[in-house]
């Protein structure tokens, strides 16, 4: 079955740039676009960024564009999320979510259990 | 402020139905596929209802979906007390090449 584990969240300060994983297993990794969506402490869902299967194509919230980095390793079935200038309103749970196909639909058909990251001083 | 619109809160009993209106507009709903996630704190969103009224394996027929032009609509019938979470369309806006969400519907089983 799929599964989708984040890691690399945890506090950071104003400024900060940490890095999110997120290890793919039970699924055809290299052939599916992914996301990274946000929830902030009692937020809706936000979503972040999209990758192409083959990371030719990369799409970002006008939120984050300019700061975050989305990217992916198909030889180690790994997407990544490169987060730089982090401000306090950043603080939040981060998934990664699989796209059902190689472009962006907009649909997000597993997700992770999701990484905390607390931007505090 | 979120892209598509959703009603804060809904309620209703054990056992009657419930709908969730989703409105957008032509560079969202009105030319993309819609899909419906359920969210209860401290788990991974779950998918319920893609390309607008397809249900993934394992999700049981009290959900449905539809949509007519720029707004969509998740029901849920025999509601159980188990139902209450979160909700949230989403969909992919072809204008700001992003995804977007709505703001997510409270769904109280009384």
């Known amino acids: 079955q799929v599964q989708l584990v984040e890691s690399g969240g945890g506090v950071v300060q104003p400024g900060g740039s940490p890095r999110l994983s997120c290890a793919a297993s039970?699924?055809?990794?290299?052939?599916?676009?992914m996301h990274w969506v946000r929830q902030a402490p009692g937020k809706g869902l936000e979503w972040v960024a999209f990758i192409w299967y083959d990371g030719s194509n990369k799409y970002y919230a006008d939120s984050v564009k300019g700061r975050f980095t989305i990217s992916r390793d198909n030889s180690k079935n790994t997407l990544f999320l490169q987060m730089n200038s982090l401000r306090p309103e950043d603080t939040a749970v981060y998934y990664c979510?699989?796209?059902?196909?190689?472009?962006?639909?907009?649909?997000?058909?597993?997700w992770g259990q999701g990484t905390l990251v607390t931007v505090s001083s | 402020q979120s892209v598509l619109t959703q009603p804060p809160s809904v309620s209703a009993a054990p056992g009657q139905k419930v709908t969730i209106s989703c409105s957008g507009s032509?560079?969202?709903?009105?030319?993309?596929?819609v899909s419906w996630y359920q969210h209860l704190p401290g788990t991974a969103p779950k998918l319920l209802i893609y390309e607008n009224n397809k249900r993934p394996s394992g999700i049981p027929d009290r959900f449905s979906g539809s949509k007519s032009g720029t707004s969509a609509t998740l029901g849920i019938t025999g509601l159980q007390t188990g139902d209450e979470a979160d909700y949230y369309c989403?969909?992919?806006?072809?204008?700001?090449?992003?995804?977007?969400f709505g703001g997510g519907t409270k769904l109280t089983v009384l």
């Open positions: 039970g699924f055809s990794f290299s052939n599916h676009g």
């Open positions: 032509s560079s969202n709903i009105g030319n993309n596929y």
């Open positions: 979510a699989k796209d059902p196909h190689y472009y962006s639909s907009g649909t997000f058909d597993s």
């Open positions: 989403g969909t992919w806006d072809s204008s700001l090449s992003a995804g977007v």
